[in-house]
């Protein structure tokens, strides 16, 4: 059972590595984005309210995204271990994360940190942006994103490193060598990803 957290800056290749290391885990990669988008779909209760303060370009509140990561990591396919990708974000998002995992006898086993130089995460960012069309990503818009990044996700970290968890990761490099990178250091602290 392995109970993991991917973060990284944008443009660190979290969403290419959270789907391979669920594949070799054997574990569902779990991102925010993916179960907003999956409730709304549903029309549950938390994702018509989710949408509600998404239609308006605003976050949504920590209290409605604890419950629909609560109510996604109940699910049984998560009992044998899972990789979070966006979640937590902020100090009460670890707490409630910290909660929700003490209630079942369990904690994070590991924190991968993805690391990358700021000058080739814009550029790798800026060239996504231009095979996307996306034209609203400009370097400005883009280093602002970092820095938000920087900002708000920093003292996660520490949270995480104080805890002897975290394994930071060069994000830089092919998708096989960062994967490579990140399992033999999840053999370190005794995850085994390489027999899947």
């Known amino acids: 059972m392995t109970r993991l957290l991917l973060i990284g800056p944008p443009g660190s290749g979290k969403g290419t590595q959270a789907a391979r290391l669920s594949a070799r885990l054997g574990i569902p990669a779990i991102s925010t984005g993916d179960i907003f988008r999956d409730n709304v779909r549903g ?6 309210l989710a949408k509600s303060f998404m239609d308006r370009g605003e976050y949504v509140p920590d209290s409605v995204t604890n419950d629909l990561v609560r109510d996604r990591l109940a699910a049984a396919d998560a009992d044998s271990g899972f990789l979070l990708d966006g979640y937590p974000r902020t100090a009460e998002q670890v707490r409630t994360l910290d909660e ?3 209630t079942r006898g369990h904690s994070l086993d590991a924190v991968v940190q993805l690391t990358a130089d ?3 995460t814009v550029s790798r960012l800026l060239r996504r942006a231009a ?3 996306r034209t609203d990503d400009t370097e400005d818009v883009i280093r602002h994103r970092l820095e938000v990044y920087a900002r708000e996700t920093a003292p996660l970290i520490d949270v995480y490193a104080s805890r002897g968890v975290v394994v930071s990761i060069d994000g830089l490099g092919s998708m096989d ?3 490579d990178r990140i399992v033999d250091a999840l053999g370190g602290l005794g995850i085994d990803g390489k027999a899947a």
């Not at 029309?43 to 018509?48: F, M, P, Y």
């Open 118 to 120: 700021e000058d080739e």
């Open 177 to 179: 060598e960062v994967t």
């Open 43 to 48: 029309g549950t209760e938390l994702g018509v």
């Open 100 to 102: 929700f995992l003490a």
């Open 131 to 133: 095979e996307q069309g």
